[in-house]
């Protein structure tokens, strides 16, 4: 108990000025890019994951891919977003972790019950 209190002390940006630094570092190369920190979340690695964004609005999902794509392209021309794009860009807002959360709850909650999970990862 002590230890997690301590993790989230070293990891907390408002107490911790190395964390801070690390968070602005992170924002500015997501600004760079037209990128949000949930866009980073690769749906191939966990199920819970691709629950989620299959239960987000297609709306977000697809301005998701928009920004993925238009983020692979800066990247294979060697650019970034002109300045005044960048300055437009909220790389913290998230949209993902409350569906996120409400998916491993769901997986949770089946577990405590006994039931069979939602998704079953097969091997091919």
Known sequence: ?????????????K????????????????RKYGLRYDD?????ESLD????LGRLPREIVDARNQRLL????LSMKHEYLPKDLQAQQT???????DMLALV??????????GALPLQQ????
């Open 70 to 73: 238009r983020a692979m392209d």
């Open 49 to 52: 994951i691709k629950e989620a």
């Open 91 to 97: 790389p913290f807002r998230s949209y993902l972790s």
């Open 104 to 113: 491993e709850r769901e997986k949770a909650e089946r577990q405590a019950l």
């Open 40 to 44: 980073l979340y690769d749906p191939m």
């Open 121 to 124: 990862r097969t091997i091919p």
């Open 1 to 13: 108990m002590a230890s997690s209190k301590l993790v989230k002390v070293i990891l907390d940006p």
């Open 15 to 30: 107490k911790n000025w190395f964390a801070a630094l690390h968070k602005k570092t992170i924002e500015n190369r997501l």
